[in-house]
């Protein structure tokens, strides 16, 4: 048994593939269109193949590296969360968005996806941090993310994914490799690198990498304080690469690609939603000349870190200017933030778990 998955086999692999069982390349079309839109949910329902080749085929590849946990809905409809499980048993999360437009086809489909089971950066605020680094995702595993969001939606009468964004467990920089590869894969599948967003705590020298890859994709900073002392609280990586250093490699980013680099920042109480952070975060989005996106934080159940009230959110985002904008995180209300919708149900099954156990040891 092959390990390499739909997802992680490029066009030519699954066309080399074809032609060692002695099909024609065209099928390898055949297929990806299938996986792509929804109108197969396994090899044995590809009808216009081959009985042969349908059968020869799950040998040969993989129909996906993971498997269906979990679905939750949230937004009416409009969010849905996923929890994957991987062939040894870690899981990871991806989450499906749709954004409002008046008809479907003109919808965006953003697909957030994990780029590691867990996070080894350790942020106090994000549930994903408390978990430490499991191990990297492969590039296929990225991949079958977007590959599972786009059965759903194709199954369900809509259009394909049209965004990806890295913003689920993980962060992408520190498995760098498999991420790249990802975006070629995803490339081939029809999500163009200017409609990928990489998310980063801010690893330097990998910005600079990233730069060069001569992909046209967008980075967002996750900056979430504006001086040095907060922000190495609530980001230990900001310890090695500090603001300044972080803020000139978007801008060395920026020239490079020319695409706009945004900034990410998590609104805390008390921590780094002062009126002077306001004016600081003001000009280092003026330096970036980007756009901030402020995200009241979703509270995690270790940590007494909260966001602000309402109000002092809008405020804030008014202090900072015309660059910003307040955003709420989809799907909150049903499993609170990305990164947390594992977290919680790690939480609920060992309550379950333990439920058990009290039931069998009852007479
Ligand atoms: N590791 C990368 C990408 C994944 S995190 C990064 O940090 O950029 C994606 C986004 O979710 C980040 O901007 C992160 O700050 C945000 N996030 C994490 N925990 C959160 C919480 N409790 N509430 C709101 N946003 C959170
Ligand atoms: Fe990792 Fe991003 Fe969470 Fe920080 S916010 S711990 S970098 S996933």
Not at 42 to 66: A, C, H, K, Y
Not at 67 to 83: F, I, N, W
Not at 292 to 299: A, F, G, K, S, T
Request: overall charge positive; proline content about 4%; aromatic content about 4%.
């Amino acid at each position: 048994m092959t390990e390499v998955s739909l997802g992680g086999a490029s066009r030519e692999k699954l066309g080399l593939l074809l032609d060692e069982l002695g099909a024609p390349s065209y099928r390898g079309d055949q297929i990806r269109v299938h996986a792509w839109r929804g109108t197969a949910f396994g090899f044995d329902q590809m009808v216009n193949l081959p009985t042969g080749l349908r059968e020869q085929l799950p040998q040969r590849i993989r129909w996906s590296s993971l498997s269906l946990v979990e679905a939750t809905v949230a937004d009416r409809g409009m969010t849905e969360k996923l929890l994957l499980r991987a062939a040894d048993g870690q899981e990871v999360e991806a989450v499906m968005i749709r954004h409002d437009s008046s008809t479907t086809s003109r919808e965006r489909r953003t697909v957030c996806v994990s780029s590691q089971v867990g996070c080894a950066i350790g942020c106090s605020f994000c549930a994903t941090g408390q978990l430490g680094l499991r191990r990297n995702l492969e590039a296929q595993e990225i991949v079958d993310q977007v590959l599972e969001a786009a059965r759903r939606w194709g199954g369900g009468g809509l259009g394909a994914p049209t965004n990806v964004v890295y913003m689920g467990m993980g962060e992408p920089l520190q498995n760098y490799s498999a991420v790249v590869a990802s975006i070629r894969l995803l490339q081939e599948w029809g999500v163009a690198p200017r409609r990928v967003v990489v998310s980063t705590s801010g690893l330097v020298p990998e910005i600079d990498r990233l730069a060069a890859e001569e992909l046209p994709l967008r980075l967002a900073i996750s900056l979430h304080a504006t001086s040095d002392e907060v922000r190495d609280r609530l980001v230990p990586l900001n310890r090695r690469y500090r603001i300044a250093e972080l803020i000139e490699a978007g801008q060395r980013f920026a020239i490079r690609t020319g695409r706009r680099v945004s900034l990410e920042y998590v609104l805390i109480a008390g921590v780094n939603d002062s009126t002077e952070d306001a004016s600081r975060l003001r000009r280092l989005a003026a330096e970036l000349r980007g756009h901030v996106n402020l995200i009241p934080m979703n509270r995690i159940p270790s940590s007494q870190l909260a966001a602000p009230a309402l109000p002092w959110c809008r405020e804030f985002a008014a202090l900072v200017g015309p660059r910003a904008t307040l955003r709420f995180s989809r799907g909150d209300r049903a499993t609170a933030a990305c990164g947390q919708l594992r977290a919680a149900m790690e939480a609920d099954r060992r309550r379950l778990q333990r439920t058990d156990l009290r039931l069998a040891g009852s007479p």
